[in-house]
C-alpha cells in the first residue's frame, strides 16, 4: 500500500487491487471503514461499535473485538474503489 497523493483534507491509498480515499482530520470513530493501528499494526478493517466502550473488528473474513482503549484512530475511508484486471 502506498499513499501517492497528498492535500491537507484526503489522502489516497492503493495497491495491487484496491485503492482508498481517506478523510486525514477524522478524529472520533464510527461505524465504518477506517486505517486504524491496533496492537502497533495499522490496517484497514471495517468497525462496529460496542457497548462498554468495545469496537468489534472485521479484516479478511474474521472477526475480532478490544477496547476503544487499544486503537490508534488514524484515518476514516470514505470511499473505496476496486479494480479487477
Known amino acids: 500500500m502506498f ?3 497528498r492535500d491537507s483534507q484526503t489522502d489516497f491509498l492503493s ?3 484496491c485503492a482508498w480515499v481517506i478523510e486525514m482530520r477524522a ?4 461505524n465504518e471503514c477506517w486505517l486504524l493501528g491496533v496492537g502497533g499494526e495499522f490496517e484497514l478493517y471495517n468497525i462496529t461499535l460496542l457497548p462498554s466502550h468495545k469496537i468489534s473488528f472485521t479484516i479478511k473474513g474474521g472477526n475480532f473485538n ?3 482503549d487499544e486503537v490508534t484512530i488514524s484515518r476514516k475511508v470514505i470511499c473505496t474503489l476496486n479494480h479487477k484486471i
Do not use: K, Q
Open 66 to 68: 478490544c477496547g476503544d
Open 15 to 17: 495497491s495491487h487491487n
Open 3 to 5: 499513499i501517492s497523493h
Open 27 to 30: 478524529s472520533e470513530i464510527s
